[in-house]
């Protein structure tokens, strides 16, 4: 096999490759000569079928597995005698031509192909003992704690019919039937639906309007949408909702006992506050974490400047930019609405992609001189984990991981990459301050956010931990009605 290389020019590479014919004739012999011990022809005993006779019936498809397999071996085994490695598959460029295909088939041309690609630049990993960064600690107030024991108290809170108008705070029982110009629409009907009143669980306006109705009315409504409600279609629209009042009830005294807690399915009320205070605890140890790993990168981003392989931007860029429009779209909004424009937001999103690409070179290879590894344990957890969230497909989506190497390959990034996140939190300089909690929850870019040119785009970067599969935000997977 004779390799030259033809182009080199800052990452990219392209390499002419040509396998002489006598080459491709001594691989396609040796699979001719294991084949004459397996192959069953009728008229010759097994073993015994000619060479030559094996070379006209298979002759063609043996070359053809041939010219595959060293295709498939080629690119890895270059590269490593090169001491290179791809940034992606490398896009492999045979001839088109029928006839010159016909004879390099036919072991009478030498197999000629190109190999592109862009290889990994080389990433001196830099001391990075002397980054500081600050980790916010929040003492979790007590009254914090009481207030969500009380929140989830209130899903047990016990009402009782009332006779007379209902008031806020009331739970009310309706049907209802919303329309669009006095056509009903999808999703806009709901039958022995219970609401508080004062909640807020419905859209702007709605509970309004029931107060100081009585078991028994009936009333039409109308509202208009939200400009940015999770509908489009019905996003800013005005309608009508035809209200049946079933039932008034008024709310019990709202208590945090054991009694509370075992209608909760707890044994205790002590029980209920562990379990409140652990959540808790979680989830702003979750924002601790996600605040100072973006200190961490940003100062890695400070510290490596390099050019990173246009390929993998490229295919970073165009899974960010789908999901902007994705978004867009859902919201029925345009870039304009977000005080920007097409080209400022794609330049902003560039950017974001080029970030996100570097950082992740860089982590990996940090990563590697360290050499942290994911255990088969830790792998086994993730998928368990990323199963449970397809209640009633679980053992298809287990099955699907299990089988596809790159959809596993995927859950093994974001877990490389907290590991190595995690490695460099111990070598750092990590100073714990203490924080309220409106500190903790506070975005010390929000301002500067919403005075770039593209202001998602610079959320996005805040939100960005390194791995671009995580969002900055979970919405919501499924409503009741869309009068919610």
């Known amino acids: 096999m004779q390799v030259t290389e033809t182009l080199n020019s800052g990452l990219k590479r392209e390499l002419k490759v040509v396998v002489p014919a006598s080459d491709m004739e001594q691989r396609l012999a040796g699979r001719l000569n294991d084949a004459r011990g397996k192959a069953r022809i009728n008229g010759f005993r097994p073993g015994k079928v000619p060479v030559a006779h094996l070379r006209k019936v298979y002759g063609k498809s043996f070359m053809a597995e041939v010219v595959n397999e060293i295709l498939n071996n080629s690119s890895r085994d270059i590269l490593a005698e090169r001491g290179e490695k791809a940034a992606m598959q490398p896009e492999v460029v045979m001839t088109e031509d029928e006839k010159e295909a016909e004879q390099i088939l036919a072991g009478k041309k030498d197999f000629e192909f190109v190999l592109n690609y862009e290889v990994i630049p080389a990433i001196e990993v830099q001391d990075f003992t002397g980054i500081k960064v600050k980790r916010q600690v929040l003492d979790l107030p007590e009254d914090e704690v009481q207030a969500q024991m009380e929140r989830v108290a209130e899903s047990a809170r016990s009402y009782e019919p009332r006779k ?76 009508t909702f035809d209200i049946t009042v079933k039932e008034v009830a008024k709310p019990g005294k709202l208590e945090i006992n054991d009694e509370v807690a075992k209608n909760l399915g707890l044994e205790s009320a002590e029980k209920l506050r562990e379990i409140v205070q652990s959540q808790l605890e979680s989830q702003y140890g979750a ?57 400022e937001a794609r330049a902003e999103y560039q950017r974001l992609a080029e970030r996100r690409v570097r950082l992740g070179l860089v982590l990996a290879e940090i990563g590697e001189q360290a050499k942290i590894q994911i255990t088969d344990d830790e792998m086994q957890r993730a998928l368990f984990e990323f199963v449970r969230r397809y209640p009633g ?33 111990s070598q750092v300089n990590v ?37 671009a599969a995580e969002k900055p935000a979970k919405k919501k997977a499924a409503k009741k009605s869309d009068a919610e």
Not at 200 to 214: M, N, R, S, W, Y
Not at 436 to 465: C, V
Request: charged residues 35%.
């Open 164 to 239: 007379g108008k209902s008031e806020e705070g009331d739970r009310v029982t309706i049907d209802f039937v919303g329309k669009l110009d006095g056509v009903a629409f999808d999703g806009g009907a709901g039958e022995d639906q219970n609401l508080v009143l004062g909640s807020k669980t419905f859209i702007p306006g709605f509970e309004e309007q029931i107060v100081g109705l009585k078991a028994g009315d009936e009333k039409v409504i109308s509202v208009t949408f939200p400009e940015n409600y999770q509908a489009a279609h019905l996003a800013g629209k005005e309608a």
């Open 287 to 343: 924002l601790t974490r996600q605040k100072v790993k973006r200190e961490l990168l940003d100062a890695l981003d400070a510290q490596y400047s390099f050019e990173a392989p246009s390929k993998l931007v490229e295919a970073e860029f165009g899974n960010i930019w789908n999901q902007v429009n994705a978004d867009l779209a859902q919201a029925g909004k345009t870039f304009a609405d977000e005080d920007t424009t097409e080209d």
């Open 393 to 425: 497909q679980e053992q298809e989506v287990y099955d699907f991981y299990r089988q596809n190497p790159t959809a596993l390959a995927n859950l093994r990034a974001p877990l490389f990459e907290e590991k190595v996140v995690d490695h460099l939190l």
């Open 431 to 467: 100073t714990d301050v203490k924080v309220s909690k409106d500190e903790l929850l506070a975005d010390d870019e929000d301002d500067a956010a919403e005075k770039k040119p593209a202001k998602k785009a610079a959320k996005a970067k805040k939100a960005d931990d390194g791995d």
